[in-house]
């Protein structure tokens, strides 16, 4: 199997493009600089990604936060995200993903969920 990646549907709008190929979601991310994750994952165990996460930075870096540490991921990295992360984007980010398609999933739709609904204000 081989796709481009404009021809990749759409999991998470443009941000996230991907397929179901074997027993792996194979996705592309494309992320703009400040985009914080933790807020979309309010309802996943510990508010933070329960799925793992297989990849190579293509541009970009994001700042990877775990319960206990952090670390930074940059164009050039292969990497591996156990469960139990969130990030925050430093640089506009592109990578290549995979992950287990329901694991994945089931992030996405609480992203989806969280995303559609309003954020009270700050004070």
Known sequence: MRASSHELPELL???IRGSDWGDLRCAI????AGTDVAPLLKGLPNDACPCPHWGYVIKGQVRVIYRDSEEVIRAGDLYYLPAGHTAIVEEDYEALEFSPPAGHQEVLDVIKRNA?????ASV
């Not at 991310?29 to 703009?32: A, K, T, W």
């Not at 559609?116 to 009270?120: L, R, V």
């Open 116 to 120: 559609a609904t309003p954020q009270p």
């Open 13 to 15: 709008g443009s941000a």
């Open 29 to 32: 991310l494309s992320l703009p």
